[in-house]
């Protein structure tokens, strides 16, 4: 009897808590299901860890695309208990990211982009907030030159100051990525500061190994891991504190140049660059309680434009050398027709484009082969939305897989090898595609295509007017392939040789 009561009075507590458990686990799962239940199918996800050791975390994207030849356009992956839905080929990308762009046009919570803006800027915001600061970052950007002669001549004169410095070098080996570098994020420079810095400016330096080191760590693995167990990840030291620092100590550069603007603001005088037309919008909105204008979107936005707008155009010249040295003949070819529509002596103009359809189409295969940003920046859906019989719930993360166009079959004449073909009529003219989708699609698609057009086409044209690039190893030795694969595919970097052309 006494056992009995003991029983009685010490385990009933625990019955009732396993009882209390296992509802709740039975509720959660039913909510689970429910919310996640209509998801697209995918690989089965591990416990705690989602799918996160069958992604190889180098090169994910091609995991991807091995995915999408499975489970067809629409699949979805767990980050730990999180759910991505991946969108792959054109006509599926069309249908959301353009045809339903108001559901798809969300940006995820991607930790690392998150960490160093936190949630701040035209880049990861969402919302009121990503409305007012994409239409004002448009109308200034314009205002400031875009797709005008102003921004022309900056990239002309960066041009120069660029094939100069390749001068020096003579007939000795050299590594062109750092002036490259410095060259491009001049002309950012001029837009957000309204000036250049010399080649030795230790504030210009402190801002490129920021955007280098804070990309170097968002397409490797440590990033990839951060991504998905942020928490955990975030714990060790190493690289990523040190990425880190050096992004709040370039966006504390921004920050010192916007409060030194603050000083002398004259709202009667049109602004000389963007930090003085945010500025300004700030003072004009000052009594609104709900504007969006402040010095946090204002570091959000410039960073998120300097450190995209530097490094994706730096990388996609390097990569264009590169391959002009790898196949000797494509080179020639564009050296000919730069003698036929510019000659030697001037330098090239954007208006030579439409007569200068090789070179143009060689600009177009370079970023097409390169891919360099395959999933492009992770979306999120705004609202719980059906599609192909599935149902992507509100909040859900999903990535545009930009890489199954750039290299569908069906949609290129060559897609495995470098070939300025594709975008080549039967006639030689150039022909647009609808699936060159490298600055992605919709709605998200990127702020800064129109100003990288023009840097590519200027910059490439202008150096192979004044050099030929030879490399340092055979032809067949030299390595096109990316050196980084993940959120973003960088260039490899190499040493070569100039031959000036008289």
């Avoid at 003072?283 to 530097?310: D, I, R, V």
């Avoid at 395959?374 to 149902?391: I, S």
């Avoid at 390595?479 to 052309?501: K, M, N």
Wanted: aromatic share 12%.
């Amino acid at each position: 009897m006494d056992v009995l009561f003991a029983l009685h009075t010490y385990l009933w507590p625990v019955f009732i808590a396993a009882a209390v458990f296992f509802f709740i686990w039975k509720s959660r799962s039913k909510e689970h299901e429910h919310k996640f239940g209509r998801l697209p199918p995918g690989p089965a996800p591990a416990p705690v860890v989602g799918n996160f050791f069958q992604v190889y975390l180098k090169e994910p994207y091609k995991y991807y695309l091995e995915l999408s030849k499975k489970h067809g356009c629409i699949f979805t992956l767990w980050f730990a208990k999180t759910p991505v839905v991946v969108i792959s080929g054109y006509r599926a990308l069309k249908e959301t990211m353009i045809g339903m762009g108001n559901e798809f046009s969300g940006r995820a919570n991607y930790p690392l982009l998150m960490k160093t803006t936190n949630g701040y800027g035209v880049l990861v915001s969402n919302g009121e907030r990503w409305k007012q600061l994409r239409r004002f970052t448009l109308l200034t950007m314009k205002n400031f030159g875009m797709g005008r002669q102003t921004i022309e001549d900056k990239v002309k004169e960066e041009a120069s100051y660029l094939a100069q410095s390749f001068s020096t070098f003579g007939d000795s080996a050299f590594n062109p990525g750092n002036m490259i570098n410095k060259a491009v994020c001049n002309v950012i420079c001029s837009i957000i500061f309204g000036q250049r810095f010399e080649s030795d400016d230790p504030q210009l330096n402190l801002m490129l190994g920021a955007v280098n080191g804070y990309f170097k760590v968002l397409s490797s693995p440590l990033g990839q891991a951060y991504n998905i167990f942020p928490k955990i990840v975030g714990l060790f030291p190493g690289h990523l504190h040190d990425m880190l620092s050096k992004v709040e100590e370039a966006k504390g550069l921004f920050k010192l140049e916007a409060e030194a603007r603050m000083k002398t603001l004259d709202p009667s005088s049109p602004p000389k660059d963007f930090i003085e037309a945010f500025l300004l919008q700030m003072e004009e909105e000052k009594h609104n309680p709900n504007t969006e204008f402040n010095f946090n979107n204002l570091l959000g936005t410039t960073w998120g434009m300097f450190s995209a707008g530097t490094e994706t155009t730096t990388s996609t010249i390097r990569q264009s050398l590169l391959l002009m040295m790898k196949h000797p003949d494509i080179q020639a070819r564009v050296q000919r027709e730069i003698d036929e529509v510019v000659g030697r002596d001037q330098s090239p103009s954007i208006d030579d484009r439409q007569n200068m359809p090789y070179t143009d189409a060689v600009i177009h295969e370079v970023q097409r082969t390169m891919d360099i940003a395959p999933t492009a920046v992770p979306h999120k859906m705004l609202y719980d939305t059906e599609y192909r019989n599935y149902l992507i719930p509100k909040g859900t993360m999903v990535l545009p897989l930009l890489s199954s166009v750039l290299s569908d079959l069906e949609l290129w004449k060559n897609p495995d090898n470098f070939d300025p073909e594709n975008f080549l009529d039967e006639n030689g003219r150039f022909k647009k595609s609808d699936a060159f989708v490298v600055f992605g699609m919709g709605k998200r698609a990127c702020l800064g295509e129109a100003l990288a057009r023009v840097e590519l086409f200027i910059m490439f044209t202008s150096l192979l007017q004044h050099f030929t690039f030879r490399a340092t190893q055979p032809l067949e030795a030299i390595d096109t392939t990316p050196a980084i694969c993940s959120f973003g595919r960088l260039p490899r970097f190499y040493e070569c040789y100039t031959v000036h052309r008289t």
